[in-house]
């Protein structure tokens, strides 16, 4: 998400670096790149215009700090107009209040509307202690009901039978009445698209909106985001005909330019509240502006990932980790909670996007689907292992090991391959137990002194001294990934 103008921008943050104060000459060259790389991200033009000069106003004004190194007071600036032209906060619907709260879903078709219904219905049920019901409305589309049927079993909300046969306000009038009976907080609407807007449709949406409007409806429009421009430009038309009250952007994950990110709310008016992540259920994010305007600049993501991790980690485990930990103990089986526990939190390299200053590491590495690859064949490795075998890895011996290989489907090569990384990680993991005692471990935040540690906004991680880390060639997960 994002990538490249995240990288394209701290490209034009080299031109900053190590001047002495920020002026119209030295902060010329970074945004004419500033600039471009905006474009090219598909943001509209006028958009681009307006934050390009007023990074510059408040760059070369009073609000410049003095004494603060430019570079970072400059990635503060451009941080704050990032945040500010998708909408400063999140807003979600304002769901605290009383009678039932019907949700119209909107969108042209392809956009991921359906899909998104589901996912909110998920969200609300568990984060929000609602009782939803979810609503097929597409007329046009009568596989959308079986999808959205199968949706909501898979997440135990209970779905309404439409009659497909009637006028979508008639669907929703009834939904509403069946809530009341079933005692529903949350009532979803998913409504039909077209392959583009067109009067038919409009005139549908109007209609269902009008005879809910005394119920104050929310209507989120569920735009794509790989569609950049169209799908600002659309949002729009949505807007202007019926009303829109918030704006979805699905398939966040898979955009690398960030386009309709970035130009939506400003054209629209209307606020992002949530963003569509990943092809599960679970896969749904409020829409942060401050957090993601930190994303682009290289900041990370660290509320977001703490939240992530407060969600999807079993305390329990990781207690009893840390425990073993303290003893200086590490075993196969803490490994592969360590293991499960990233995958609950998603992609090796979304979770790395949210540690500050990681993002330029990650563009010196490259792909990482090699090393989760390998972290894959490990689980199978260790699932062929038996319980007395993952508290002491050093029992396996020639027969165990043969008996691992043909469990698990891998040569006895490969086996030995993995508990000889394993025996790595073991003594890494005993050092880094040992350090701890001894006083914590330099430039780790929370971990021990702090002398010599420091970290430029955008910039790879920095250690004592001043120097990089650089990459080895080798490490646990085989060659390049550490």
């Known amino acids: 998400m994002f990538d490249n103008l995240s990288e394209k921008f701290a490209n034009a943050f080299k031109y900053i670096q190590g001047k002495s104060k920020i002026s119209e000459e030295n902060i010329e060259e970074t945004l004419r790149d500033v600039r471009t790389a905006l474009l090219e991200a598909d943001v509209n033009f006028k958009v681009v215009k307006e934050f390009v000069n007023a990074v510059k106003e408040k760059s070369l004004g009073e609000k410049v700090i003095k004494g603060v190194n430019p570079g970072e007071q400059f990635v503060k600036i451009m941080h704050d107009e990032l945040a500010r032209i998708m909408g400063d906060a999140n807003e979600e619907i304002n769901l605290d209040r009383p009678g039932i709260v019907p949700i119209l879903v909107v969108g042209l078709n392809g956009q991921g509307k359906t899909t998104f219904s589901g996912k909110l219905a998920l969200h609300l049920k568990s984060k929000k202690k609602k009782d939803v019901l979810l609503v097929p409305a597409d007329t046009f589309r009568p596989a959308a009901k079986a999808q959205l049927q199968t949706l909501a079993k898979q997440i135990d909300v209970d779905c309404f039978d439409s009659d497909l046969s009637l006028h979508p306000k008639e669907i929703a009038l009834k939904a509403i009445e069946e809530a009341k009976k079933l005692h529903k907080n949350v009532v979803i609407i998913d409504t039909a698209g077209r392959l583009h807007v067109d009067e038919e449709l409009m005139g549908q949406l109007k209609e269902v909106k009008n005879a809910l409007e005394y119920m104050n409806p929310e209507v ?35 955009d690398a330019k960030g386009g309709a990110a970035l130009s939506i709310r400003h054209v629209t008016g209307v606020p992002i509240r949530y963003v569509s992540m990943g092809e599960k259920m679970k896969d749904l994010e409020l829409f942060h502006p401050d957090r993601l305007a930190k ?53 090796m390299t979304s979770i790395l996007k949210m540690i500050p200053g990681m993002g330029g590491m990650l563009r010196q590495i490259g792909d990482l689907s090699p090393a989760e690859a390998e972290m894959k064949r490990m689980k199978v490795i260790i699932s062929s292992m038996t319980q007395e075998e993952r508290d002491n890895y050093k029992v396996i011996k020639e ?19 993995f508990l000889g990384k394993f025996k790595q990680m ?57």
């Open 295 to 347: 994303r682009i600049l290289d900041m990370g993501d660290v509320l977001s990932l703490v939240e992530k991790a407060q969600e999807n980690i079993n305390e329990s485990d990781a207690e009893s980790m840390m425990k073993n930990f303290q003893k200086g103990k590490f075993t196969v089986t803490d490994f592969l909670k360590q293991m499960e526990m990233m995958n609950s939190l998603g992609s």
């Open 399 to 417: 027969s165990r090991l043969k008996r691992i290989a043909r469990g698990s489907g891998n040569s006895e090569d490969a086996v030995k391959d």
């Open 220 to 254: 989120l429009m569920v735009a794509d985001a790989m569609t950049g421009q169209e799908a600002v430009n659309v949002s729009k038309t949505f807007h202007e005909a019926i009303g829109v009250t918030g704006i979805v952007l699905s398939k966040m994950d898979s």
């Open 426 to 482: 073991e003594q890494m993991m005993g050092g880094l137990a040992s350090m701890m005692k001894g006083g914590g471990i330099p430039g780790m935040p929370g971990m021990g002194p702090q002398k010599g540690f420091r970290q430029e906004p955008g910039a790879a991680p920095q250690f004592p001294g001043g120097k990089q880390k650089k990459k080895s060639s080798k490490g646990p997960w085989g060659k390049g990934y550490f």
